[in-house]
């Protein structure tokens, strides 16, 4: 043997004992996100913003008939609105740019029902513009609510509506830099104003809109775009059912492209969907979308939020919170006090992970590789996973907390670009020589918070109970949020 046959041997026994890069990384199982949805899961967190001719006539849905004239802002400052988001935490920002009614934040040059003919900024004015730029400013990206159904326009319910709907969508796509999600909402024909005709309208929602092909123009005008339908054919995101601010608790980013859809498909998801197409939800900061004077007491509270947070975010979800805007274009300082305090206090509880860089062990690490170890999981990177070997679908990983430690809140993420695969997990904590059981759930995804009652234990064990592939953990977090977020009650394991 010479010289370099006698490394390459040593480095061989090296890498087997490891396992190190020989052992690959699971297949794909089953559906999985795209470029696009992986970047819009990631966000998690981003505003919707209701304004319209609406919010000067108190009304939920415009009729179509309202005079232009009622838009006239006398402090509309997008600024306020991208501060106000960004203090949120939130990374993003949907806008009515036109809302059942018809009237257009933008000056289309397809509408006289717009804001170039208000007297807002001598009709010189451009909400979109300016919204867009204080997105700029604040770093935030931009999205755009454009209503399917429009209860001004003429043409509403015939085949030239289809054009019209579709050159709003391309000033929309081509002016303002890139949008990150475009949003159609489901509420479809009925009665309206429809250019003075006064009746009812009824259109067939999974064909009057030609949706495969309207989704070419917008791909191709924004193809980093996620889009949002509940209209017709299936977009990229899909709705949770319900506008109350939760998803299931078994959440799987899984539907079928074809065929119905049922409520709980929507609430749920489809354990065995062939398609990746994951839950926004979507909920108002008040009780309505749109402002209404008599709402400035009923804004939610931030123990409210706070519910909401772990509902969505902490259940494989994103939370889309909407802020409706005042006449005179600002957000309430209302809900100003009660987002900023959702965003302290979820920074108060994440804080510190407990778990971070601790001594962690599994009962499977896929080839026995370094680079699938426990404490990949661990490591604070999100490209890093613990792995099994292909054959397991039940497995445990336990975290070492050095001592006894309170606390109450456990976080765990899947490598979801693999696909989507944990069916029941539990979560024990260990302390006087024994393990109790403190948590138990479904689906992981992308996000998965659990809160129980504070507990003191000197080991945390997650049990992956059952998967349908082998588990893939990109990240494990064990926190302690604040007494006062929790009854102060600590369970001494004993
Ligand atoms: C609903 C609409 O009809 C509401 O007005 C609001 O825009 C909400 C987000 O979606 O379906």
């Not at 990631?42 to 838009?71: I, K, R």
């Not at 170039?116 to 900024?121: I, S, V």
């Not at 499977?364 to 070997?389: I, P, Q």
């Not at 302390?431 to 234990?457: M, Q």
Request: hydrophobic content about 35%; proline content about 5%; charged content about 20%.
């Amino acid at each position: 043997m010479n010289r370099q046959t006698i490394i390459g041997a040593i480095l061989s026994v090296i890498l087997v004992y490891t396992g190190c890069d020989r052992v690959n990384a699971p297949a794909p199982f089953g559906p999985v996100p795209s470029e696009n949805q992986m970047k819009w899961q990631e966000m998690e967190y981003y505003a919707f913003l209701h304004f319209s001719l609406n919010t000067y006539t108190d009304q939920s849905w415009g009729y179509g008939n309202e005079d232009v004239s009622l838009f006239n802002p006398s402090a509309l400052d997008c600024r306020q609105w991208a501060r106000i988001c960004k203090e949120a935490g939130m990374k993003g920002i949907i806008i009515t740019a036109k809302h059942h009614c018809g009237f257009c934040l933008w000056p289309s040059e397809f509408t006289e029902y717009s804001v170039k003919n208000a007297p807002w900024r001598d009709g010189k004015g451009d909400v979109i513009r300016e919204l867009a730029d204080a997105c700029t400013e604040y770093g935030l990206k931009l999205g755009i609510y454009l209503s399917p159904w429009d209860r001004n326009h003429a043409d509403y319910g015939k085949p030239e509506y289809i054009t019209y709907f579709r050159n709003q969508l391309t000033e929309l796509l081509t002016n303002y830099g890139p949008i990150f999600e475009v949003w159609f909402d489901g509420a479809n024909g009925g009665t309206g104003y429809y250019g003075g005709a006064n009746e009812n309208r009824k259109i067939d929602r999974t064909t009057y809109y030609d949706w495969s092909n309207t989704y070419k123009i917008i791909r191709e005008l924004q193809p980093d775009i996620v889009i949002w339908n509940d209209g017709g054919d299936r977009g990229d995101l899909r709705w949770v059912g319900t506008e109350a601010g939760l998803v299931g608790e078994t959440n799987w980013s899984l539907l079928n492209a074809k065929g119905e859809v049922e409520w709980g498909m929507l609430h749920f998801g489809l354990e065995d969907g062939d398609s990746w197409v994951p839950a926004e939800v979507n909920t108002s900061i008040r009780p309505e979308w749109f402002y209404h004077p008599g709402e400035d007491a009923l804004v939610k509270s931030v123990p409210k939020l706070l519910d909401t947070y772990y509902n969505s975010i902490g259940r494989n979800a994103s939370l889309l919170l909407n802020f409706p805007i005042m006449p005179n274009g600002l957000i309430h300082e209302n809900d100003e006090k009660a987002a900023l305090g959702l965003a302290r206090t979820v920074d108060e509880v994440f804080a510190v992970n407990l778990a971070e860089d601790r001594k962690a062990v599994a009962s499977n690490v896929r080839g026995n590789a370094g680079k699938f170890k426990a404490s990949r999981a661990l490591d604070n990177d999100k490209n890093t996973c613990w792995a099994t070997d292909d054959s397991i679908h039940t497995a445990s990983l336990t975290i070492d907390l050095g001592k006894p430690i309170v606390f109450n809140r456990f976080l765990v993420q899947e490598f979801i670009p693999l696909g989507q695969r944990v069916k029941a997990f539990s979560v024990e904590g260990f302390a006087d020589g024994e393990w109790r059981e403190l948590a138990r759930a479904t689906t992981i995804g992308y996000k998965r918070i659990l809160c129980f009652p504070s507990v003191e234990a000197s080991k945390l064990r997650l049990n992956i109970t059952d998967s349908k592939s082998c588990p893939i953990i990109s990240n494990i977090g064990i926190f302690n949020a604040p007494q006062i977020l929790d009854p102060p009650l600590v369970i001494i394991l004993q």
